[in-house]
Each structure stands twice: as structure tokens, then as C-alpha cells.
T-cell receptor
């Protein structure tokens, strides 16, 4: 167990709807990153939040947005869902230190999103 | 976009044998990390090797890094059925806050 939790475990939505996924980071970590993992593929970086501000973003459209709260919990919001958004969504927390990009990341178990 | 490419895509071995997986990447990196994933669950961090390191060990794991060839390898010695999983390499670049994963190697260890 990494101490990182995600909710819900599974979710089914229809095309065009909006979804919010939640993540609770490991205690003491100041950074959370979100990833999308399609079946049979490696995780794709969506964005990272550091001290409640977006600190980097991958090649995802603006309808993917996020929040990080003072207690280091985090949300991933996806608007106008498309069929291709069906995937496992993973959050990972870490401790970002000056001059070092990406220390060890601790992943949650993921949320499986199905878009019909 | 994915940077690391693992090779082979799939590997099947007998318990007790060694398993070697390779990873190639394209850009200069700060560090490279290996992760394991069991059946579509969360990833587990295995080992981190920094760009100025050439080799690291952790238990039955040995990781090498060759920055001149932009490649890394993960060796699992004396494999066990419990090592059956997908293994991913991930690279972290300087001044870039995304971490790029490869597509992974699917390892099957037969008892």
C-alpha cells in the first residue's frame, strides 16, 4: 500500500458528460501528478500540481483540468467526455525538491473510467 | 507522448531464471525510473537511477544506465511467479515537469 487513495474505483459515463475523479496524496508529499493509461499502453502524463498550482502539462486538451487543495488532495475534471477518454486514470504523489525533477512517485490504485 | 520504449514487449520465462528488460529513450534526462504494474492496478516504484549513475542494485533487481546510448536495462535475478507483471521505464527530464513512460514489457514467470 502506497498511502495514495483514489475514488471512485470504477465509473461509467456517457459521451458528453462531465466527470470528477479524486485523489488523496501520501502524507508529507507536496506534488500530485495525473496520468491516463489506455489498455495495453503506458501511462500518459496529463498534468502535475505543486503547491496548488499547475506545474506542468502533457498533450491533453483544456477540457482536462485539475485542482490541488491545501491538504494535498486533488481532483481531475474532464468535460465533454469522448469515447477515447475510456481509460485507467492514475494519480501519483511525490515530494518535489529543488533541482531534482521527479523523485520516486507513489501511485494510487486508479479509477477505471468507461465512456459509452 | 511516450519517450521510453521497452524491449521486448513480452517475455515468458521459468521460475528461477533471470529476466532482462531494456528501455531506450530519446532526450537528455535527469533520472530514469522503473515501475511494476500488476493487472491494471497502480504502479509500484522499483528503482530510480540518476543520470550520473551507471548501475544500481535493490534486492534481486539490477538497473544499468548508459546515457551515451540513451538506454537502460532492468535485470531481475532468480525470478518468481510473483514477479509476473508489466514493467515500465519512465524518464524525467531537466526543466520539464512531465514524466514519460514507455509501453512496458509484459513479464510472465511460469512456476
Amino acid at each position: 500500500e502506497t498511502g495514495v487513495t483514489q475514488s471512485p474505483t470504477h465509473l461509467i459515463k456517457t459521451r458528453g458528460q462531465q466527470v470528477t475523479l479524486r485523489c488523496s496524496s501520501q502524507s508529507g508529499h507536496n506534488t500530485v501528478s495525473w496520468y491516463q493509461q489506455a489498455l495495453g499502453q503506458g501511462p500518459q502524463f496529463i498534468f502535475q500540481y505543486y503547491r496548488e498550482e499547475e506545474n506542468g502539462r502533457g498533450n491533453f486538451p483544456p477540457r482536462f483540468s485539475g485542482l490541488q487543495f491545501p491538504n494535498y488532495s486533488s481532483e481531475l475534471n474532464v468535460n465533454a467526455l469522448e469515447l477515447d477518454d475510456s481509460a485507467l486514470y492514475l494519480c501519483a504523489s511525490s515530494l518535489l525538491t529543488t533541482g531534482i525533477s521527479y523523485n520516486e512517485q507513489f501511485f494510487g490504485p486508479g479509477t477505471r473510467l468507461t465512456v459509452l | 507522448s511516450q519517450q521510453g520504449e521497452e524491449d521486448p514487449q513480452a517475455l515468458s520465462i521459468q521460475e528461477g531464471e533471470n529476466a532482462t528488460m531494456n528501455c531506450s529513450y530519446k532526450t537528455s534526462i535527469n533520472n530514469l525510473q522503473w515501475y511494476r504494474q500488476n493487472s491494471g492496478r497502480g504502479l509500484v516504484h522499483l528503482i530510480l537511477i540518476r543520470s550520473n549513475e551507471r548501475e544500481k542494485h535493490s534486492g534481486r533487481l539490477r538497473v544499468t544506465l548508459d546515457t551515451s546510448k540513451k538506454s537502460s536495462s532492468l535485470l531481475i535475478t532468480a525470478s518468481r511467479a510473483a514477479d509476473t507483471a508489466s514493467y515500465f521505464c519512465a524518464t524525467a527530464e531537466y526543466n520539464n515537469n512531465d514524466m514519460r513512460f514507455g509501453a512496458g514489457t509484459r513479464l510472465t514467470v511460469k512456476p
